[in-house]
C-alpha cells in the first residue's frame, strides 16, 4: 500500500522519544525471525528509525514498475511476553504463547489504487478504488523449538474485503536477536469485495474505461513466496532486504486491469536502533 505523511510523523514522534531508551550490545527478539521486527531488550520501550528503498510494481496487476523510498521503523512498548507497537499506518499487539505460537493483531488503514498510479495511462476512467480501516489476525506455530519451521496464518479484514493468508516458511542461520534469513510460501484468498475493488470493473468504469465490465469471483487469488534478511551492523543500525514474487491465478490474470499475471518487489533499507 502507499505510505502517507502519518507514517513520517509517526517515526517523527519516536525520534523526538528515542532520548529516554539506550540499546545494549545483547538483544534478545520476541521471536527470532526476521520478518518480525522487535526493536526491544527486554522490558521497556524499542524504537527504531530508518529508510527503504523498493522497486516494485505500481499497482496490483501492473507491468509498471517503480522506484519507492519510504520511512521503516516504529515504536514498540515489551512487558514479558507481550508487544504494542505503532508503525506506520498500523497500531497493534504481538504476544509469544507457550513459547510456539505468536499471535499478533493490529489495527491499520490500506490505501486505494489511483488512477495516476499507471503513468502509461492504464487506469483511465476507472477512478480511485475503496480505501479503508482494517483489521489484521495472524498466527503462527512453530514446528521446532528454534522456530526454524513455522506455520503462518493471517485474515485482513475491514471496509475493502477480506483476504486470507495461509502458508509455511523456515529461518535460516537465524539469531536470538531476530537476524537471519527467512524464506516463505503463501496461497492466498480473497472475497467478491476484495476481488472486485482489485480487479473488477464495474459497468460505468467500463463506459468510462473502455475497459470490458468484469466480476471477478470470490476464491483463490494468488501463490506467492517471500524472502526476509535482516542482521546488525554495530550495535544500533539495522540493515534488512525482502523480496516478494506473487503468481495470480487464472480468474485475476483474467482481468482487463492484469497486465501481468504476477506482481513482485524487492526492497533494501536500513533502521537505527535506539
Known amino acids: 500500500m502507499k505510505k502517507t505523511v502519518l507514517q513520517v510523523s509517526a517515526l517523527i514522534g519516536a525520534f523526538a522519544c528515542a532520548g529516554a531508551v539506550h540499546a545494549t550490545e545483547t ?18 520501550w524499542g524504537i527504531g528509525l530508518g529508510l527503504s528503498v523498493e522497486y516494485e510494481t505500481a499497482y496490483e496487476g501492473s507491468d509498471e ?8 521503523g516504529g515504536v514498540q512498548w515489551r512487558t514479558g511476553d507481550n508487544i504494542y507497537f505503532w508503525a506506520g499506518e498500523a497500531i497493534g499487539w504481538r504476544a509469544l ?21 499507471s503513468e502509461d495511462g492504464r487506469l483511465d476512467g476507472l477512478g480511485e478504488s475503496k480505501s479503508g480501516v482494517t483489521a489484521l489476525l495472524e498466527v503462527r506455530h512453530a514446528l521446532t523449538d528454534d522456530w526454524r519451521y513455522f506455520l503462518d496464518g493471517r485474515v485482513l479484514a475491514g471496509e475493502i474485503g477480506t483476504l486470507g493468508i495461509f502458508g509455511a516458511g523456515t ?12 524464506l516463505g510460501a503463501v496461497v492466498t484468498f480473497h472475497d467478491g469485495k476484495l476481488a472486485n475493488r ?7 468504469q467500463s463506459i468510462d474505461s473502455g475497459l470490458p465490465e468484469t466480476d471477478v469471483d470470490s ?19 539495522q540493515i534488512f532486504g525482502e523480496a516478494l514474487y506473487e503468481a495470480f491465478g487464472s480468474d485475476v490474470s483474467d482481468s482487463p486491469i492484469s497486465r501481468n499475471d504476477y506482481e513482485a518487489e524487492i526492497g533494501v533499507g536500513f533502521i537505527y536502533v535506539f
Request: net charge negative; aromatic share 14%; hydrophobic share 30%.
Open 27 to 44: 538483544r534478545t527478539a520476541l521471536v527470532p525471525l526476521p520478518s518480525i521486527d522487535d526493536f526491544t531488550n527486554g522490558d521497556g
Open 65 to 72: 514498475f517503480e522506484f519507492e523510498v519510504d520511512p521503516a
Open 97 to 117: 504463547v507457550k513459547d510456539s505460537w505468536l499471535i499478533q493483531t493490529s489495527i491499520g488503514y490500506e490505501e486505494g489504487r489511483e488512477e495516476g498510479d
Open 171 to 182: 529461518c535460516l542461520a537465524c539469531q536470538p536477536d531476530g537476524t537471519g534469513w527467512e
Open 198 to 204: 482489485d480487479f473488477g470493473v464495474s459497468t460505468q
Open 219 to 237: 476464491g483463490y487469488r494468488s501463490t506467492g513466496f517471500n524472502l526476509s534478511y535482516r542482521d546488525y551492523v554495530g550495535e544500533n543500525w
